[in-house]
């Protein structure tokens, strides 16, 4: 009987798993436990800079190829004491949402590996760390409990590293037909063409032309995925010197308040009254000056729509198909913000229609609460007023006169946490935080006349106005 087949993940580990070289850590913890007093070691300083920013070449591999010779004499204790130490270092500094693919790929039941041209007594003990199952790497001789300054076997760099993962493959009965592999570099090329399933990470320029040409599909593991990136950055990024109230929105009298409430780093979840279809732009414009780049929430008709649905998709929206009731959508938003990032949400779902448009007391679905209680991120409250005089319901086209300019407030509130006992409660909590935000006039009870409820419906309604009632469900997202 055939012996069923087994399949793999193989991760290159430099500027793939981390942003930079392994080897600047690791060159550290040698020096900090003494095995060598030389701060120069092949591949390191201006040469790993170097590698850090370009990715790597022949040259650049020549230094790395002998560093073996360097370690001559070295304990091979000391090296693995010293290299357990910055293994831990190595771990912390993951890329984001290299956690995220890993556990994927352990659900589908593959086999973890980690294929790197840097020397077994330096990697091992971070294939250890993160707990894969196994190591193809670059080996150095040692004898009597030193290094011999020898290779032991070939250097796995390129076609070499390629042939080395095959060997393991046949090896492990595993099938790299199904299997995947992830690597930045173009040299890997060999490696990522021996399986079905190859991932561009991070890419260097020849890679990404590559990749673009056979159709590999290109991750960035430090932002969510799909975010696209060019020239190391992603559109938000490059956008954001422009994303300013007099570029974006001259015709209108902007006040923004406590912008300082965003945190700088680290994940946040934006929670704002939903008034107008200029909401999101206003939303842009908040993060622009908070300087983080923010991924929301968007109907699945944005996202399905030919040339606006990929650009959607690049900048990190989440896509929202409202009447399924798929949990994915959270799911989607809790990665990003395990990954650090800004997730931006109206809790009350959609533009509250009627005379529910005009009642003081706002009333959110519960999908903020359940991704703050699934998180554990800070929420922070944002009150908008005003933008319904830019862009109403009404009108398919924002209001642009630069004579009457409407003004629109900002308010952005302190954070705050949900306990995650219930999620009507939490639900209210947030909605009560984001009202608070908001002017005095937003408190005052009024009758809408027929006009004001008109403009609170989409282009062409033909109902009755003052009869719509604003429909809540409370498990919708």
Request: charge should be negative; charged fraction near 25%; aromatic fraction near 8%.
């Amino acid at each position: 009987m055939a012996r069923s087949t087994a399949t793999a993940a193989v991760f290159d580990l430099d500027r793939t798993l981390i942003s930079g070289s392994s080897s600047t850590i690791i060159t550290r913890h040698l020096i900090d436990h003494g095995v060598t007093k030389d701060r120069y070691i092949p591949f390191a300083g201006t040469l790993s800079e170097i590698y850090e920013r370009f990715g790597e070449n022949w040259l650049l591999m020549q230094p790395a190829k002998l560093a073996g010779r360097a370690a001559a004499g070295w304990s091979v204790e000391a090296v693995h004491d010293a290299c357990v130490d910055a293994a831990a270092e190595v771990v912390d500094n993951l890329q984001p949402f290299a956690t995220e693919v890993f556990d994927e790929h352990r659900a589908a039941g593959r086999l973890l590996v980690l294929a790197t041209t840097s020397p077994e007594p330096f990697v091992r003990p971070i294939m250890e760390a993160l707990g894969f199952d196994d190591l193809v790497c670059t080996r150095w001789k040692a004898e009597d409990g030193v290094f011999t300054g020898e290779l032991d076997g070939e250097f796995l760099w390129g076609a070499a590293k390629a042939n080395a993962v095959v060997d393991w493959a046949g090896q492990h009965n595993v099938d790299l037909a199904k299997s995947y592999a992830y690597s930045d570099s173009y040299f890997d090329g060999p490696l990522l063409d021996a399986v079905g399933n190859p991932v561009a990470v991070n890419p260097d320029a020849q890679l990404a032309a590559t990749a673009l040409v056979k159709g590999w599909p290109i991750r960035h593991l430090d932002k969510s995925e799909g975010v696209a990136k060019i020239a190391g950055r992603e559109v938000q990024e490059w956008t954001r010197p422009f994303m300013r109230p007099e570029i974006v929105a001259p015709f209108v009298r902007f006040d923004f308040q406590g912008i300082e409430n965003i945190p700088s780093e680290g994940p946040a979840l934006l929670v704002f009254n939903h008034r107008s279809y200029f909401d999101p732009t206003v939303m842009g414009l908040i993060a622009a000056k908070a300087g983080r780049s923010i991924r929301g929430l968007g109907k699945k008709e944005v996202f399905d729509a030919p040339v606006v649905g990929r650009l959607a998709s690049a900048v990190g929206g989440i896509r929202v198909e409202r009447a399924s009731g798929s949990d994915e959508p959270l799911e989607k938003a809790a990665t990003a913000l395990a990954g650090g990032e800004v997730v931006m949400m109206a809790p009350e779902g959609t533009i509250p229609r009627g005379p529910a448009f005009f009642d003081p007391e706002l009333k959110g679905r519960w999908g903020a609460a359940k991704l703050a209680a699934m998180t554990g991120a800070p929420v922070i409250p944002i009150g908008l007023w005003g933008t319904e005089n830019v862009w109403p319901r009404s009108a398919r086209m924002p209001s642009v006169s630069i004579r009457n300019r409407p003004r629109v407030s900002v308010s952005v509130g302190a954070p705050i946490t949900v306990k995650g006992r219930s999620a009507d409660a939490d639900t209210k909590r947030i909605m009560a935080a984001i009202s608070a935000e908001l002017p005095p006039e937003s408190q005052i009870i009024t009758t809408p006349t027929a006009e004001q409820l008109a403009r609170t419906f989409p282009p062409g309604y033909t109902g009755d106005p003052s009869a719509e009632a604003d429909r809540r469900p409370g498990t919708d997202t």
